[in-house]
């Protein structure tokens, strides 16, 4: 992109300017300045490659011309202050792109474009970088040789002084040049007077000239295909780029010389802020084209994959077929094991039968030769044997209940081993001697490897853009911090800037606040011992995790003054609507009481109503301020508005009591009794708050009014007591 450079100033005589002193400077002529009755000679001035007169259609279509030398003693004659701007200035940058008549032509059409738009007169002179000769210690001191530390300018400095009028041009007799002796144009009119006429603010002007220069050198670019300007600030662009401020003719030669200068010091800071956002930029670009190439394998990868699924498909049906052969050849097994398992239930039933049959045998024997002890031996033989049958008869049942719960688990198994044969026809278990299942295994831990080095690549590259970040926000903030009273940081309330012109600089109240935090950590806005880079970096390490966390307020009004604002003038305006009902309350009070007192009486009157007034006043105040409801800022504003109102009512006291005795006697003993009551009362209420000052205002009231009681009543000159 093209870089985008317009400026413009205006040449006054306050300045100690000349209009025939700059116009010969700038074109390297020779004039006649009539008014100061001297010749400015520029004629050996270097790098002018050319001068023209640009007159607007409505002059050209007369015939009209003028030549330097009339037209700026004929702008000056138009001026009757001293202090009156008597020309302007636009200075542009001509793309070094362009050929020479190309960039001549580029500057002339858009001067007859300010002039047809502003109805003025435009003097544009065309200079070139003029560059010396090496510096050379054996060579004798020359200007056209550089000096040791110094340095040549850019060679692609080309660039156009357009000089206009502030006056609109009229034709006198015979054709001659003059300008209307009682009104400028519009563009030189204060902004209150534009607003008045329903123009738009000198600022926004400006930024409309600057789109019209940039629309008429878009259209000589576009036909050369070379890069377009843009008009739009970084921010509005969507850049992540600071502009650097502007130098200055001496900052700018001393620089060349060797000299670092505060403006330089500045603008190597912002140039090296933007050369590491360009960068980190780049290092994005190219991890994101990395990613696309990964990305663009890995879907070609997947393609390959997906082409060999057919193949797969099939043999995982072949296999998932064969598991259900086999599920159907153990249904056979099955039934005969559930059979046998119903027959040996049936055995164990008739064992148990048969052991109750032997008990009921043994009973009714051992009843039946209870009185034959001859056969005792033998019925205990027969016993003896009838328990081991017992014994056996037990141990047959133990076996078959064992036998009947191998049956049962081994039933449980061929179901389970059913199931997985289910599960496996649709994914066969792969055999570990199959060099197909050894590759998928060595492939999956291959991706699993691949997935954890990726995670930890991008962490870690997370964490480094993490950081940068950090650091390059820590440096955005000391330089916003140290540069708070610099015209691009802050409001530039004596230009005429406000709010509405830059609502994105400090206002005087955040620019206190910053004031306050900056010496309240001991970080000064220079220092003499480190250059302006050592110290920004120096102050940028004090931003860290601890001071951020508890100064988290200061870091979104160094971020966003504008959002600060908008925030506070929300939080206030609860104060401010209460403070506009109390005063109306106060009002009328005010009002009611001036019968009571005896009338108006005038200024005396008024300040004592004031002073009465004041006590309702304050204890709203007061009851506002102790109400934790209410915002912290706005209860802070009450509390500021307490003091002031406290201040003014003991500056009202000492000139009420000052001047009470003056008044008519029918009101003077009113205002008298009212004063003195509330000065007691407002004395003991508020007496512990006053400074010293303030008490010093009531005492000197209360001896101004005792000193007119005794002189009311001392006897006049010429009586003796």
């Not at 858009?110 to 003025?120: H, P, Y």
């Amino acid at each position: 992109m093209t870089m985008v450079h317009i400026a413009t100033k205006a040449i006054s005589r306050k300045a100690g300017q000349s209009a025939v002193a700059c116009a010969a400077y700038r074109a390297g002529d020779i004039l006649d300045d009539t008014k100061y009755g001297k010749t400015h000679d520029y004629g050996k001035k270097s790098g002018v490659m050319s001068s023209d007169i640009v007159l607007p259609f409505s002059l050209k279509a007369l015939g009209v011309s003028v030549d330097r030398e009339t037209l700026w003693n004929t702008a000056e004659a138009a001026e009757t202050r001293s202090d009156s701007r008597v020309a302007r200035e636009w200075l542009i940058n001509l793309p070094y792109e362009l050929s020479e008549s190309e960039r001549h032509q580029l500057a002339i059409d858009f001067a007859q474009k300010i002039c047809d738009d502003m109805d003025v007169i435009a003097d544009v002179c065309i200079h070139r970088p003029v560059m010396k000769l090496p510096f050379d210690p054996n060579a004798e001191p020359s200007s056209k040789r550089l000096r040791e530390g110094e340095e040549n300018p850019d060679p692609r400095n080309f660039h156009a002084h357009i000089m206009v009028t502030t006056r609109a041009p009229t034709i006198g007799p015979n054709k001659t040049l003059a300008f209307d002796p009682k009104l400028k144009v519009p563009f030189e009119w204060s902004n209150k007077k534009r607003k008045a006429h329903d123009l738009p603010s000198s600022m926004q002007e400006i930024k409309r000239i600057r789109e019209l220069w940039v629309n008429t050198a878009n259209k000589v670019l576009a036909e050369y295909n070379l890069p377009l300007m843009d008009a739009r600030s970084y921010k509005d662009q969507g850049l992540d780029q600071q502009p650097t401020i502007k130098m200055g003719v001496k900052a700018t030669a001393m620089e060349r010389r060797g000299i670092m200068t505060e403006k330089g010091d500045i603008n190597r800071a912002i140039k090296t802020r933007n050369n590491l956002v360009a960068e980190n930029h780049i290092r994005q670009e190219a991890d994101n084209e990395r990613r696309i190439s990964a990305l663009r394998k890995g879907l070609a990868w997947a393609t390959e994959k997906n082409a060999r699924l057919p193949g797969r498909i099939g043999g995982t049906k072949q296999r998932a077929d064969f598991a259900k052969h086999l599920s159907g050849s153990s249904k056979p097994l099955i039934t005969y094991c559930t059979g046998q398992s119903h027959r040996t239930a049936a055995r164990v039933d008739d064992t148990k039968r048969c052991v109750e049959d032997a008990k009921s045998g043994i009973a009714w024997a051992a009843k039946r030769c209870e009185n034959l002890p001859k056969r005792c031996d033998d019925t205990k033989q027969r016993i003896n044997g009838t328990a081991q049958a017992n014994d056996k008869l037990t141990q047959r049942i133990d076996d078959a209940k064992q036998a009947i719960e191998g049956i049962t688990e081994a039933i449980r198994k061929s179901d389970i081993e059913i199931n997985k044969a289910t599960e496996r026809s649709a994914k066969p278990n792969p055999s570990p001697f199959d060099d197909n299942a050894r590759r998928t295994r060595a492939a999956r831990l291959d991706r699993q490897q691949r997935q954890v080095d990726r995670d930890t690549r991008a962490n870690r590259h997370k964490d480094e853009r993490i950081f940068e970040y950090a650091e390059r926000m820590k440096l955005h903030l000391a330089m916003r911090l140290i540069q708070r009273h610099h015209n691009s940081m802050a409001i530039s309330w004596a230009q005429g800037e406000t709010i509405e012109d830059a609502p994105d600089k400090f206002d005087k109240r955040q620019v206190a606040i910053l004031s306050e935090f900056a010496k309240r950590l001991g970080i000064e806005d220079k220092d003499k011992a480190l250059g302006f880079r050592d110290h920004l970096q120096q102050v940028g390490k004090r931003f860290d995790y601890t001071l951020v966390e508890n100064n988290k307020s200061i870091i979104k009004l160094l971020r966003d003054p504008k959002a600060e604002r908008e925030r506070y003038l929300a939080l206030i305006k609860h104060f401010e609507d209460f403070r506009d009902d109390i005063d109306q309350k106060r009002a009328t009070f005010k009002t009611s009481i001036i019968n009571k007192l005896g009338g108006s009486a005038g200024d005396v009157g008024r300040l004592t109503r004031d002073v009465v007034s004041s006590f309702n006043y304050t204890e709203w105040l007061t009851d506002y301020i102790d109400n934790d409801n209410h915002p912290a800022e706005a209860r802070k504003c009450a509390k500021e508005h307490l003091a002031d109102t406290l201040d003014k009512t003991c500056q009202q006291f000492k000139l009420a009591l000052r001047d009470v005795n003056s008044l008519p006697t029918t009101q003077r003993k009113t205002y008298s009794e009212a004063l003195k009551a509330t000065l007691e009362t407002f004395t003991e209420q508020y007496g512990k708050d006053l400074s010293e000052s303030q008490h010093r205002a009531l005492q000197g009231g209360l001896e101004s009014y005792q000193h007119q009681v005794n002189k009311a009543h001392s006897p006049s000159r010429g009586f003796s007591p």
